[in-house]
């Protein structure tokens, strides 16, 4: 007799494949870096100081005592979380020019996951700008709308010129090159 024609069998939602992503596309939880996790509960705290107002030692206070919060880097946390709300007003003007809808029409998801983005293409020269983007987007994927990834990503693809200029020349300079036989 086999397993598969009892009932409960048959209600079973199909195995997923065991790969580092979920059926939307976003890394799964395992496989996210101490740095990735900062940068989910930092967007976290972004997200409830433009809904909602809320002041940034008391988002901080709330954040360090959600569930993971152990796991994720503190101190890049740190750095997104204040330089991100301290420097708002900077950052949007950075970003302002190249939208295509007044900054208020932006979900406040994809907003703050384009601070997080300039932050760290301006002051975290660690972390290469194709890092950054990869970051950016796998945050939009995973908390923002439907396409909101594709707008993260041109929005912050334009940007990076202007703020990791040698890097960015030297990166898709040696792209566009062919190797030597």
Not at 59 to 72: N, Y
Request: aromatic residues 6%; charged residues 25%.
């Amino acid at each position: 007799m086999s397993d598969m024609n009892t009932p409960a069998a048959s209600k079973r939602p199909p195995r997923q494949a065991r790969t580092g992503v979920t059926s939307t596309g976003a890394r799964k939880a395992g496989s996210k870096s101490d740095r990735s996790r900062s940068r989910e509960f930092a967007l976290q705290g972004l997200y409830q100081h433009l809904v909602g107002g809320n002041a940034v030692d008391d988002i901080d206070t709330f954040t360090r005592d959600l569930a993971g919060f152990s796991k994720a880097d503190a101190v890049h946390f740190d750095a997104l979380l204040q330089g991100c709300i301290a420097e708002a007003a900077q950052l949007d003007a950075l970003i302002v020019h190249l939208l295509d809808r007044p900054l208020a029409e932006i979900s406040p998801i994809e907003h703050g996951i384009m601070w997080i983005g300039v932050y760290e293409l301006s002051h975290c020269p660690d972390v290469p700008w194709r890092v950054v983007l990869n970051e950016c987007i796998e945050l939009a994927k995973e908390f923002g709308g439907t396409d909101g990834h594709k707008y993260v990503n041109a929005v912050l693809n334009g940007i990076a010129p202007t703020l990791r200029a040698a890097e960015v020349e030297s990166d898709r300079g040696s792209r566009g090159k062919k190797p030597r036989a």
